[in-house]
């Protein structure tokens, strides 16, 4: 009986302990610098990936603005030391350094890298609406005011290099 004991406690903990190395931490959150995206020009960004792998939420705020994202990894599920690449939505607000403000919608194609150090890259970019609410500068009060808001379509982007915990 002691015989049979020790050999099922000996299985019984060979297979925690095989449990216990294989299932490595998913890392959920992600804190980056970036220039473009959510910033708006340069500053921070925290992305959280949901519990599903498939969909990330992101906020960042920058020098002169902030945004919210969000991600959608239609390919492959989001895992670390592989290229994903994901197709997304952002929204930012920016107050221009001469005066003006203007909000920025795109809808960013890009890809990231989760390194096995946790080292975490990414950039992307896409077609962009991008509303300029007020004049930048100071208007010359001899002409015309422009009406506002003036709505532009052009191509944006941004890249982060961060970290995973």
Known sequence: MRILFFVWSILIGSFCLAQDIT???????????????????????????????????????????????????PFKLFDQEQINPF?????SFNIQGSGGSRGVNYLPMGINYLSSKKLYLSIDFGPALIIQQSHNGYPDLNQPLPDYPEYLLGVYGGFKIGFGF
């Open 23 to 73: 299932n490595k931490k998913q890392v959920n959150n992600l804190f980056s610098i970036a220039g473009g995206g959510t910033s708006t020009t340069a500053g921070a960004t925290y992305e959280r990936i949901l519990n599903n792998r498939k969909t990330s939420l992101e906020i960042g705020a920058g020098l002169l603005g902030g945004g919210l994202g969000m991600n959608l990894y």
């Open 87 to 91: 197709l997304g939505f952002r929204s």
